[in-house]
Every structure is written in C-alpha cells, then in structure tokens.
C-alpha cells in the first residue's frame, strides 16, 4: 500500500540556518504531495503541495519540489526563525485509493535564537 | 471565514465512559474526515463523509466508535465505551476538493 516515510526529529537548528526535511513515499498511482505543519496545541496546517512531477510547492519560504524519479519531496527552508518551531508532516493523496491522504509520522522542529 | 470548529478542547475520562466530540466544518466543504492522532505519530483516518454518507470507515472501531452527519455539516464522533488505549488527539477535518484538508485544533482526549 501508499506510505510515507520521514526523517525521524527532532532536528534542532539555530535561527537563520538551512533547514532540511527528508520525505520519500511509495504509491500505486500518481499521488500530490503535502506538507503541513503542526504548531504546539494546534491543528495540522497545509503548508505547501504539489500535484505532479517536477512541481515545486512553497509557501512563507518553505519549498518543496516532487521528484518522481527520487520519490521524494524534501522540504527546505533558506534561513529558519524561532517561531517556525513546529511538528511537519509530509502526506500523499492519491487517486487511485479514492484520495485517502495518508501521512508520515511527523519530524519535529526546535529553532534556538 | 471561521476555520474547522471542534469541542471540547480537552477532556479527560475515566474507563468505560462514553464520550463524544462534535465538529463544524469549514462552510461548503462536503467532505469531512476525522482521525485520530496518537503521540508522536501522523493522523490516522477513523471515518471519511460525503455530505451526509460515509464512504469510508474501513479504519473505525465500530464496536465502540460510531459516527454521524446527520445533515450533512455538521458530525459528532462518540466512543462508548472508552478505554485507555483511546487517549489521543482526535482531529476533524474538512476539504473542498478532496485532496488538501483544513484541519481543526484536535480534541486531546485522556482516559483515566
């Protein structure tokens, strides 16, 4: 079946460093690809997304781009600031499993000043 | 707009209470989920709606876990009864198009 598979966290970084956060998946079909994020005592917020190949998705700095080759959507911010500490989820819907969304585990975010 | 509403934000019961949460979805968004979030993890999918039909509860529980919709906003998701295993977030969602989802604060839920 479809999965999605994350860097395991936390990953603690000091304000305005490069941030990575792996994201591969598996999937039957052609799936879009998400990223959302889950502030403290809060929701899940969609982040960005991409819906095939080659997209890039960004949003408030965060990019993401959807390798078919790599199954891969990685996502990356240039300069991280404290208050981007959060939980990020990667997710994939796809198609062909009537577009259940299906989520990683969630890799966790710690941003020192 | 207001976003996806639910209540409470918190509750805390003893084993073998029921309990129910109740969600208000974004307005015009046919589709609404709920899903249970466990420390530590992503979202799982309990129950998905088209208006007032659930077309997939393959994940729910439904020997304790039931759900409605009755008319096609708003939905209620109740467990009766509960047990230690089902503390966790439970997260009601909400979609346009079905594929990105808008998602309301969670009911953090301990069972005692």
């Known amino acids: 079946g479809d999965s999605v598979t994350q860097m395991e966290g936390p990953v603690t970084l000091s304000e305005e460093a490069f941030l990575t956060i792996n994201c591969t998946y598996t999937?039957?079909?052609?799936?879009?690809l998400f990223w959302y994020v889950q502030y403290p005592g809060e929701g899940l917020q969609l982040l960005l997304k991409?819906?095939?190949?080659?997209d890039k998705g960004s949003n408030k700095g965060f990019e993401a781009t959807y390798r078919k080759e790599t199954t891969s959507f990685h996502l990356e911010k240039g300069s991280v600031q404290v208050s981007d500490s959060a939980v990020y989820f990667c997710a994939l819907s796809d198609v062909t499993g009537g577009f259940k969304t299906i989520f990683g585990a969630g890799t966790r975010l710690f941003v020192k000043a | 707009e207001a976003g996806v509403v639910q209540s409470p934000r918190y509750k805390i019961i003893e084993k073998k209470q029921p309990v129910a949460f109740w969600c208000n979805p974004i307005?015009?968004?046919?589709?609404l989920y709920w899903y249970r979030q466990n420390l530590g993890q992503g979202p799982e999918l309990l129950i998905r709606?088209?208006?007032?039909?659930?077309?997939?509860d393959s994940q729910l529980p439904k020997d304790r876990f039931s759900a409605e919709r009755l008319k096609g906003v708003d939905s209620t998701l109740k467990i009766q009864p509960a047990e230690l295993g089902d503390s966790a977030v439970y997260l009601c969602?909400?979609?346009?198009?079905?594929?990105?989802?808008?998602f309301g604060p969670g009911t953090r839920l301990t069972v005692l």
């Open positions: 709606y088209e208006n007032e039909e659930a077309v997939d």
């Open positions: 999937a039957t079909g052609y799936p879009s």
């Open positions: 307005s015009g968004h046919n589709t």
């Open positions: 991409a819906t095939k190949a080659d």
């Open positions: 969602a909400s979609s346009f198009d079905g594929q990105a989802r808008e």
